[in-house]
C-alpha cells in the first residue's frame, strides 16, 4: 500500500487501510514477522496481518477468497461490504484516492 494513501487518510475515521501477508510461495522467508518490519522500513503504520496457507491449501485463505492474484495487491470494500476494487495495486497513489473518495459520495 502506498505511504501516501496512508498519509492522505490519516485523519478520516470513515477510511480504513490494513494490510495483509498472503503466503503463497516462499513460507520460510514471509514469515509473520516480515510484513510488519518491511512496512515500517516505507514508513507504513497501518496495521499489518499475517495470511498463510492452512490445511495443505496451495493459497492462502484471503486469496482464496478474494480471489486475488499476486502480490502487491489491493482490495477495497464499501460501507457496505461489497468489494468494489481488487486487483493489481495501483502504481499511483491517486488512482486508489479517486476511487475511494468516489466510494466514499454515495
Known sequence: MHKALEDHYAEDDDVVLFHVQTVFEGASSNTPERGP????????TAPVGYDARVDGSRVSEIMH????????????????????FSGFTAERAETLITLIDKLREE
Open 37 to 44: 518490519r518491511e512496512a515500517k522500513s516505507h514508513g507504513i
Open 65 to 84: 477468497r478474494y480471489g486475488t492474484g499476486g502480490t502487491p495487491w489491493t482490495i477495497v470494500i464499501d460501507k457496505k461490504g461489497i468489494v468494489r
